[in-house]
């Protein structure tokens, strides 16, 4: 009889602050009290900010703790698991946890209360990922049954086009009328693709939602096929993501087992099937062209646009390709019906974002919201204002392609039509907090070098124009700037913009375009020879960049 | 080559599936360190491709290695959450530890040192993978503590 269930947060971040061992010290102190009969101890998703991980949540209490030590975790056990008296100096604020983080806004919108929600993340760090009944216990593949059992397809494709949910992986598009794309034609085989290649610099939102609950993207993605009339489904996780594949692959077979993915799906005589393809090591797969080759096992190179993967693509079938976040959301819609998921975030872009927070603000880590929320809150609200001494100077949107804006942006509603209209774009979600020590000139530099190492080299535009830029950069950096390089930035950014073969290509130019339009300023002062910021380190007239394994 | 790392045992977990091409190859660097010639030539056999197209794959993604590693391989993030965060003070510490630039192999054989792109734990940056193990929150003095001790196990 197992009494408690012990879930230490187990996602990379937490093992690297030391999870392994503070599982270890319970365990052990488990055993020295002879309670390792009666209680479980397993690995559970993160859910909260980085600073207070790794945390140890018990159950049936629902009572966290964190930062745990290996030392507080053996404590843990002798207080609260043998004399049954909780630590309250380890438990985690509850303004870190799920939810109840509220807060007031700032002028113009008194009177108006929003906390964190949420919609995607609710079941990470909650449940155990590992147990398919801790899932269906928190309403897992109840909208699966409730589709196949008393829905019609078409039915199932209309919610989710009347919910008003877009892709999640950066463009935004809406994820009802791709499916709608797929459902009306006419060839028999379609497919179901997952993109859990996430790639884009800053952006773990998917990595956690793969390792803190796994089956809500595999519900989501049979839904997905149910609605298009697919019977296959492919996740195509990137290489490094080790510990969310094994916990995927466990989820299929446990999902298999239990009948509700598979062979006729809950007796409905629906069938589909998922599989996982792991990638190597390469950001251009996670251009759904390219993602599509590198599963057929060829070199990850996009392929051109259209026809789109609707019409042709794994396989020369129709294909939904699809980002997790999008396929997690899917679930909740279904079950709570268009008109709820409306409620949630703006007219325009209903629901919730997942972003991840990082660079210099006091708290980084993982939040959702709904759509609409401003820079200004979640540096505020929920990163916990800027570090020590620092003030807000940039903050990039949308991992590494993503725009570089300004402070007056720090009030626009964030949501995918409201950014675009001010010439930003919300991209994955990434949000990299810079204080006004950085140099953007010296962050340019570190975007675009990723952009050269990732350009797969098929187009000309991309291939050069991101050794160009990177060159150009380099050169401002050093102080050896000419007087032409602000319009060969322009040029050769606008270009790759206008002409590059794939979507990485075509955004990887962003950050220098928005760089040039809102810090104009402090690129110009490069060419002589000063950087505002006092990073970049001047060498005007001797040294010349050496070319190689160079920081840069 | 270890002798222990068997091809065609990697290439029958696959089913000889074309399309598991990346998937072998990733497997197969993991365990021996590199793909060699003759896993080319094995895997190219195999699977019925041309070894050009083999080679072409392999080459293609950043986890498959055409090169011998050192016995650790050091992987250092060097995107710009990780830069913003303190990752130039990292690069110098590991090249100055090491005595060695980025791109090479110790002359013993022990490290190998490399930089990769965004591994998805920018909330701790900067981070460096060593072997399979994620390190964030580096400082100079835990990069010298990580390296005395990964480098001190047998």
């Known amino acids: 009889m197992i009494r408690a269930t012990v879930l230490v947060s187990g996602d990379p971040q937490s093992l690297g602050r030391g999870a392994e061992a503070v599982k270890l010290a319970i365990e052990a102190e488990l055993a020295f009290y002879g309670l390792d009969k009666e209680i479980e101890v397993g690995f559970g998703g993160g859910t909260t900010r980085a600073e207070m991980l790794p945390t140890v949540s018990i159950y049936p209490e629902g009572v966290v703790y964190g930062p745990v030590r290996p030392t507080d975790g053996a404590f843990i056990v002798e207080e609260h698991l043998y004399k049954g008296r909780i630590v309250e100096h380890l438990l985690v604020p509850p303004d870190a946890l799920v939810s109840g983080r509220l807060a007031s806004l700032p002028a113009g919108k008194e009177g108006k209360r929003y906390a964190e929600k949420r919609i995607v993340l609710r079941r990470v760090g909650v449940i155990d990922p590992y147990n398919i009944e801790d899932y269906v216990a928190h309403d897992g593949y109840f909208a699966l049954g409730q589709a196949v059992t008393t829905m019609t397809p078409a039915e199932v494709l209309n919610v989710v086009r009347e919910s008003g949910l877009q892709g999640r992986g950066g463009a935004g598009f809406p994820t009802g009328l791709k499916w709608s794309f797929v459902a009306s034609r006419p060839e028999p085989v379609r497919y179901v693709v997952c993109n859990a290649d996430e790639s884009e610099p800053g952006t773990f939102k998917d990595r956690m939602i793969l390792e803190g609950d796994p089956h809500a993207v595999l519900e989501g993605m049979a839904l997905a096929g149910y609605a298009v009339g697919a019977h296959e489904g492919w996740i195509y996780i990137r290489g490094e993501y080790v510990l969310s594949k094994e916990r995927l692959e466990r989820a299929i077979r446990q999902a298999e087992e239990l009948g509700v993915l598979g062979d006729n799906i809950m007796g409905s005589g629906f069938s589909f099937h998922i599989h996982v393809h792991a990638g190597a090591g390469a950001y251009v797969c996670g251009e759904e062209t390219a993602l599509l080759e590198s599963m057929e096992g060829k070199r990850g190179i996009p392929r051109i646009r259209p026809p789109y993967p609707t019409v042709y693509g794994y396989h020369g079938m129709p294909t939904v390709v699809n980002n997790v976040e999008t396929l997690a959301n899917v679930p909740p819609i279904i079950l709570n019906g268009a008109a709820w998921y409306r409620t949630l975030g703006t007219k325009r872009c209903p629901g919730t974002k997942v972003y991840t927070i990082m660079g210099d603000v006091q708290n980084t880590g993982v939040i959702e919201m709904p759509m609409g929320v401003t820079l200004r809150e979640v540096i505020e609200i929920y990163g916990g204002g800027m570090k020590e001494g620092k003030t807000f100077k940039a903050a990039q949107t949308g991992g590494s392609s993503g725009s570089i804006i300004p402070p007056d942006f720090l009030d626009t509603p964030m949501d995918y039509a409201s950014m675009a209209e001010k010439g930003a774009g919300l991209g994955s979600g990434a949000l990299l907090i810079c204080g006004n020590d950085t140099c953007i000139v010296d962050l340019a530099s570190v975007l675009l070098r990723f952009f050269k190492a990732e350009s797969c080299g098929k187009c000309t535009p991309c291939r050069i124009g991101t050794t160009r830029l990177l060159e150009t950069f380099n050169r401002l950096r050093l102080g050896q700037g000419k007087a032409e390089d602000l319009a060969v930035l322009e040029s050769v950014a606008q270009n790759m913009f206008k002409t590059s073969f794939c979507g990485l290509g075509q955004a990887a130019p962003t950050p220098v375009l928005t760089a040039l339009r809102f810090f104009r300023d402090e690129i110009a002062a490069h060419l002589d020879g000063h950087c505002p910021a006092g990073v970049c380190a001047m060498h005007p007239v001797t040294e010349a960049p050496k070319t190689r394994h160079q920081y840069v | ?154």
């Open chain 2, 1 to 154: 080559m270890p002798e222990s790392v068997n091809v065609e045992h990697i290439i029958e977990k696959y089913g000889g599936d074309r399309e598991a091409l990346v998937e072998i190859l990733r497997d197969v660097s993991q365990a021996a360190g590199y793909v060699t010639p003759e896993a080319i030539a094995t895997i190219a056999q195999r699977l019925g491709l041309p070894q050009s197209q083999v080679h072409s794959v392999a080459s293609f993604y950043s986890l498959i290695s055409l090169k011998p590693q050192g016995k650790h391989v050091i992987r250092f993030c060097q995107d710009a959450p990780c830069h913003v965060a303190g990752g130039r003070e990292i690069w110098e510490t590991l090249e100055r530890e090491l005595g060695i630039p980025f791109g090479t192999t110790t002359a013993d054989g022990k490290w190998t040192l490399l930089t990769t792109s965004c591994i998805g734990a920018c909330s701790v940056g900067p981070v460096m993978l060593v072997d399979d193990t994620i390190y964030g929150n580096l400082t100079p003095d835990r990069v010298r503590e990580i390296l005395a001790q990964v480098g001190g196990e047998a």
